[in-house]
């Protein structure tokens, strides 16, 4: 089996495991979630072997790189992020119905990497630009804290439903009734905001060394680099807003959702809509 086989494995699992969060979420029986929790380890352990597998595929050819150079394996890699710091929370707080609102993201990265016309899926040779140490470091510590926001978008949604759920003094046998309680998810946000907005300044920082060596200058005020600073400047107001002016509830919960557009943006909608030094990806 080649690398492609792998991703296309780990797609089918990701989505069964949505499916079957999702049916957490609504029905509320907890013999379900065991099983989408091990539909996700098992995505995530195959997408691991895949990307390991795709690395040496790559050295095979005579090319030699890791699998983080373009959109389609950036994507991959952003959705083996997700799901990997998604296990590690719920394994850690015991808490699976936050799957249904998590594991979407993955699923959706996976499926649009492997099924849409326009991803290029083949090795090829890097370009100069992309010929550094550096690689590795900037783009593992930008995924890893995408990751993290990803999650927080989504709790942030599952606050605003659990919160409206509540001013409208619905019962537990409610739709949300099956959700944490705020101050749990609330807490989560914030924690997960803080982890996140640490890999993502390690990210610029490893950027801006990598540009220097590449370009000869640490910043250049390139499309990415500029959405990249609006991104950091989103979470940095709203953990500023937390420490400083106590803003926690909805306010935070809409902060990581508008702050997870903006990761969005910077990550595909630069890469499409604006042109640039980034646009190689």
Request: with cysteine; glycine share 8%.
């Amino acid at each position: 089996m080649n690398s492609s086989q792998f991703f296309g494995f780990t797609t089918l699992a990701y989505l069964l495991s949505t499916v079957f969060y999702i049916a957490l979420f609504v029905f509320k029986n907890k013999k379900i979630g065991p099983i989408g929790t091990a539909l996700c380890v098992i995505g995530t352990l195959t997408l691991t072997a895949a990307l390991g597998l795709r690395w040496q595929e790559s050295y095979q050819l005579g090319i030699g790189h890791a699998p983080l150079t373009n959109m389609y394996e950036s994507l991959v890699f952003f959705a083996w992020c997700i799901a990997l710091f998604y296990l590690f929370m719920e394994f850690k707080f015991k808490s699976r119905v936050i799957g249904a609102f998590v594991m979407p993201f993955a699923f959706v990265a996976m499926a649009y990497a492997s099924f849409s016309k326009t991803m290029n899926q083949e090795i090829s040779p890097l370009i100069p630009a992309l010929q550094s140490n550096w690689l590795i470091a900037h783009v593992i510590t930008c995924f890893i804290g995408y990751g993290a926001f990803a999650m927080a978008a989504g709790l942030g949604v599952m606050y605003l439903l659990k919160k409206s759920a509540l001013n409208k003094k619905l019962s537990d046998d409610s739709l949300t009734g099956s959700l944490p309680e705020l101050r749990f998810i609330d807490d989560m946000t914030y924690k997960t905001i803080v982890f996140g907005f640490l890999w993502l300044s390690a990210g610029i920082i490893t950027g801006a060394i990598w540009a220097n060596e590449a370009w000869g200058t640490y910043w250049s005020w390139d499309p990415k680099e500029t959405w990249s600073i609006i991104t950091w400047f989103i979470y940095a107001l709203t953990l500023h807003a937390r420490f400083t002016r106590g803003w926690s509830g909805s306010r935070i919960a809409w902060l990581a959702i508008i702050g997870f557009i903006s990761v969005f943006f910077t990550y595909f909608g630069v890469n499409y809509l604006l042109s640039g030094l980034h646009s190689y990806a």
